[in-house]
């Protein structure tokens, strides 16, 4: 199911305390109200660049598997804001395949304060509420990069910030596949010392 951007320009526009910052991004692109999230300049220019072929991320089964997973991962791995981490999962573990399966953890409101929780065991409205936060995070630097791109500094410090986010992500995936590469070499190792012993 994909993440319906219309409906949420839509709902923002007619919301007071956001509709100021609709006005300006759609004062830098087109009208936002009949297009997709993927057509959009932030998706094309930054969300696009984030690449993790070679990892399974879990997700949730049931109604949640349905969502729109690969924005919502995208997001969070662009989030200036955000803070996530991978863990291979004790499944692949058991029986290691050429694609590591993790589990995306990341930070969510809390009752008691912020939780660190994995994707998978995100609740609908969790889901959801996060979603919308990050979409409109990235508007806001949008605009934000379009007001000070002629400002000595802002234009160069924003590129910067996108280059880090990107950094991040390939940090944790070369992480991942340094241990994945490390599990499966003491695994064999044990099997053969397991095989002669028999």
């Avoid at 065991?121 to 949008?142: A, D, M, P, R």
Wanted: aromatic share 12%.
């Amino acid at each position: 199911m994909e993440f319906d951007y219309r409906s949420f320009i839509k709902d923002l526009k007619n919301n007071p305390e956001k509709k100021k910052i609709i006005e300006q991004y759609e004062s830098y692109c087109d009208d936002q109200s009949d297009i997709d999230i993927h057509e959009t300049e932030f998706f094309e220019d930054y969300l696009s660049s984030f690449e993790f072929d070679d990892i399974l991320i879990t997700i949730p089964s049931g109604v949640l598997s349905e969502f729109d997973w690969d924005l919502f991962i995208r997001l969070v791995f662009a989030s200036y804001s955000s803070f996530y981490r991978f863990d291979i999962e004790e499944s692949w573990k058991e029986n290691p395949q050429e694609k590591v399966k993790v589990s995306l953890n990341i930070v969510i409101p809390g009752k008691e304060g912020p939780e660190i929780t994995s994707i998978d065991k995100l609740e609908t409205w969790q889901f959801t509420i996060l979603l919308k936060i990050n979409v409109l995070e990235q508007i806001s630097h949008f605009v934000y990069m379009k007001e000070n791109e002629n400002r000595t500094g802002y234009a160069n410090g924003l590129a910067i910030e996108r280059k880090i986010a990107l950094k991040r992500l390939n940090n944790h995936l070369q992480d991942i596949a340094n241990k994945a590469k490390l599990f499966k070499h003491l695994s064999t190792n044990i099997l053969q010392t397991e095989q002669s012993i028999q």
